[in-house]
């Protein structure tokens, strides 16, 4: 006798939705090489909008210790561009972390858990995050709206070193999207924050 399994066909998976709706996005380029139009280099990768959808899209990402250097990954809000001139950037800023090589993976997932699932008690003021992989190190920085506000910078750095768990000497560095449109740079000219 064959089993009745007509029920499981007709109950759907309960879906459990985010606080908001997140895209990936990926960047790379080849040594030596310049991006003319940083906006047309980047791929859309996927988006999700619930924790299903986001391990369905998670497991299949390469992982960022694989990934070939110079490659960038951004979880980024919906209607949030991973750019700093993006409205919602553009006043904004990010708080840095450079890793030696071989740890990306790990504290990326973390930060990319911490940061879907609001573990930032100031959620609304982030709008997303990047990895970036590079010869010598690689980057986790996260993306707030607003630069000028110390409380809210402070509270979201004390956050990311204790999601991360990073040791206590670790340096941060934060840098504002408007210095970065000035000097054209993601990692020069930050200020570093040593405990």
């Known amino acids: 006798m064959t089993p009745d399994t007509s029920f499981l066909q007709q109950q759907p998976m309960p879906q459990h ?38 391990w369905s899209v998670y497991t299949h990402l390469t992982r960022p210790n694989e990934l070939p250097a110079i490659s960038d990954y951004h979880l980024f809000k919906n209607g949030i561009r991973p750019m700093w001139e993006d409205p919602a950037n553009v006043q904004g800023g990010k708080w840095i ?3 030696k090589k071989g740890l990306a993976s790990r ?21 997303g995050a990047v990895l970036s992989i590079r010869n010598s190190e690689d980057i986790i920085s996260i993306w707030n709206k607003s630069a000028n506000n110390g409380k809210i910078n402070l ?37 570093v924050f040593r405990p």
């Open 107 to 127: 504290y990326w997932e973390d930060l990319v858990l911490a940061m879907i699932g609001d573990q930032f008690d100031v959620h609304n003021e982030i709008c």
């Open 17 to 54: 939705a985010l606080h908001y709706a997140w895209i990936v996005w990926f960047i790379h380029r080849s040594p030596r090489t310049k991006i003319t139009n940083y906006e047309d280099s980047m791929r859309k990768i996927a988006s999700f909008s619930t924790v299903e959808e986001f």
């Open 97 to 99: 972390v450079r890793l």
């Open 155 to 191: 509270k979201i750095r004390d956050t990311m070193k204790r999601i991360l768990n990073l040791p206590s000497d670790t340096p941060m560095e934060y840098k504002s999207h408007n210095i970065a449109l000035r000097d054209n740079s993601s990692f020069r000219n930050t200020d």
